[in-house]
């Protein structure tokens, strides 16, 4: 047995000439897609928005076919997680097809892509449309369910109902190439039926049709439930006569149940039955039957007792179309349940609070739940200052409609779109700075690189460091934290050590002795992975005699040799304290650690994270002016978060620290 083809999809326009109606969205599509054939237009992505079944999607696929362009698209069905996003539509955005054709990407349903499992698959959209190669098309049915971003960034093509006029002849060429004989009459009472969706006039032309050779109007009317009713329709019915029975067998005929159909009536009977001698009384009338159907509606949600629902459909329907106590002529534009919208609304803010409260969560290590209590109302704070406020938005890479949220603006005001912009120039500088150190691009090593070098090639940490020793150049302090998550206010940085403090009795100066850590001797060539060995990082080799340059050679840096054995507080904290070098001074001496954690973090244990920094003290206690200047320098490169945590944090006994970071690192994992 063959399963009958929809004929919806069966008779599917293939060209952009098939396309019924919306004439001006279908050319309008067009000349946007002929700019990419001679660059790329200012507008990289379209938003094709209106009703179901009016061909919005019959549409892009139409074009693709019309130019000769292939088609990516993810559809409702698709798992449309950020991450999904960005490996597919993103790889097809940014490459350029084999034979420099184009390469359409369609993005079905996007306004559907909101919600806790898709949290971040807007801003991955938005993301691709800013860069992309390719022609995106995004299909919405409510072009609300997008955020601002990604409207600022497309152009809007709005599709309307499909006229029944125009329906006629496509429901008639159906009929043709299925060899059914359709009257005219019987057609027209199909396409009128419709409410402007074409698609559910072929279902309905197939529904009635089907196993005939004929089609009258007799037939349709037989059919009965199989012709939809439409919601306007209804309303119609409902508002402009007191015919009860035919508004009754209207309302059975629709799609809506009676709790959808009670705010459509409850959105539209004041706006029908306003007068304009201020006469409320139609409307009161109105809304007395209104709230007792309500009630049924109740009872029947409380009692599970579908029974009641025509108690309730009878009281909304009748009660309303006989409160009029005289005619409503005129055009009314029946408007949805904007209590829908609001809920939408609701529910779209909800998405975007819990969004900016991870962000938030996740660059102060905390949980989502802890930064919506308590933090995000901080942050909102720290926005009223334009300088931090452009700051929070880089560091947070928040996008404009999160701005504005966290700032508690109902709008983008030019105030916040400036501070947005300058946020985004500088993570395009940040970006082009970490592009242009090759310190980065340099694949992390794994255990046995020994003979690949280049996992630890730090050429421009090296030419950078010779030209801080030359200049002693202080880095941008916004630079410094450019692979850092902590904000430049409130939190110690290692940069801003001061003199005092590091002058203290601690002063690590006479044994790591700053000549020893100039930048000549913490050249990039000696700071070498294979010089990291364990030997000559147990406590007793890291006493400044032993500490020479010599050993801070690569072939001694080794990932490998950064084990909890080699590095446990228990053993080699005692000869740490004794020489007063804290390992927060190694953040100094060996930065490039941030290098054995960059692209392969996962080839170096756990314990390593842990434990090798998870004693650290402040770093002012144990280096001197002249280091700390060294240190700065170095540092220009960023450095992994954990180091500059622990120098924020206060002094902690070593034996405690390792079971506090274990129960924090229980606590965001239970939490996210
Ligand atoms: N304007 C149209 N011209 C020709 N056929 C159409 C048109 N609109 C709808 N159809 C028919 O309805 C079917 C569904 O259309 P399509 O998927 O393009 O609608 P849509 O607007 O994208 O709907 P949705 O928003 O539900 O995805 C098509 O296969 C086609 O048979």
Partial sequence: MT????????????????????????????????????????????ILHGPAGVGKTSTAHALARDLDWEVIELNAS??????????????????????????????????????????????????????????????ANDVYGLTPTIRNLCMEIKFGSVQSRSMVPALKKVCESEEISCSMDAVQQIAEGAGGDLRSAINDLQATATGRKTLEVEDISTS????????????????????????????????????????????????QYASKDGNLEDIKTGFGYLSRADLYLGRVKKRQNYRMWRYASMLMVCGTAVSKTRPYPGFIKYQPPSLWKKMGQIRSKRDLRDNIASKVGEHNFESMRYSRNNLLDLYSHMLKN???????????????????????????????????DRAQELLLEGKEEADGTEFFRAPAPSGNSKEDPSGFSVKTSKE??????????????????????TLNFGFVVLSEISPETTNSENDASDTFKPDNLKSENLKSENLKSEN?????????????????SEDLKSENLKPDNFTSDTLMPEQD????????????????????????????????????????????EPTENSISPELSRVGKSINSEPIIKK???????????????????????QKTLFDF
């Fill in 573 to 616: 904290q005692a000869g740490i304290d004794e020489i007063g070098l804290k390992s927060d001074s190694l953040t100094f001496s060996l930065p490039e650690h941030d290098n054995l954690k960059a692209k392969n973090s996962s080839s170096l244990p756990e314990t390593f994270e842990k434990e090798a920094f998870s004693d650290s």
């Fill in 3 to 46: 399963l009958a083809i929809e004929w919806a999809e069966k008779y599917r326009p293939q060209t952009l000439k098939e396309i019924v109606g919306n004439r001006k969205a279908v050319q309008d599509l067009r000349t946007w897609a002929e700019k990419w054939l001679s660059g790329i237009p200012e507008r990289r992505a379209v």
């Fill in 78 to 139: 698709d798992q449309r997680t950020a991450g999904v996003i960005e490996k597919i539509a993103g790889s097809a955005a940014s490459m350029n097809t084999l034979f420099g054709g184009k390469r359409l990407i369609i993005l079905d349903e996007a306004d559907n892509i909101h919600g806790t499992a898709d949290r971040g698959g807007m801003r991955a959209i938005a993301g691709i449309i800013k860069s992309t190669l390719q022609p995106i098309v995004l299909i």
């Fill in 386 to 420: 334009e300088e931090s406020a452009v700051e929070i938005t880089a560091d947070l890479k928040l996008e404009l409609e999160e701005l504005i949220y966290l700032s508690g603006s109902a709008k983008a005001s030019k105030k916040l779109q400036k501070i947005y």
């Fill in 224 to 271: 009965g439930r199989d012709v939809k009713e439409n919601i306007f329709k209804a309303m119609q019915r409902i508002f402009k006569s007191t015919d009860c029975k035919k508004a009754l067998e209207v309302a059975r005929g629709l799609d809506e149940s009676p709790e959808d159909l009670v705010h459509w009536i409850d959105e539209n009977l004041p706006v």
């Fill in 464 to 485: 950078k460091a010779e030209k801080h020793s030359e200049g002693l150049e202080v880095p941008d302090s916004r630079t410094s934290q450019g692979g850092q998550k």
């Fill in 643 to 665: 180091v500059s945590d622990k120098a924020e944090k206060p002094e902690v006994k070593a034996s405690e620290t390792p079971k506090k970071v274990e129960s924090k690192t």
């Fill in 532 to 548: 990291l060995t364990s030997d000559n990082l147990k406590s007793e080799n890291l006493k400044s005699e032993n500490l020479t």
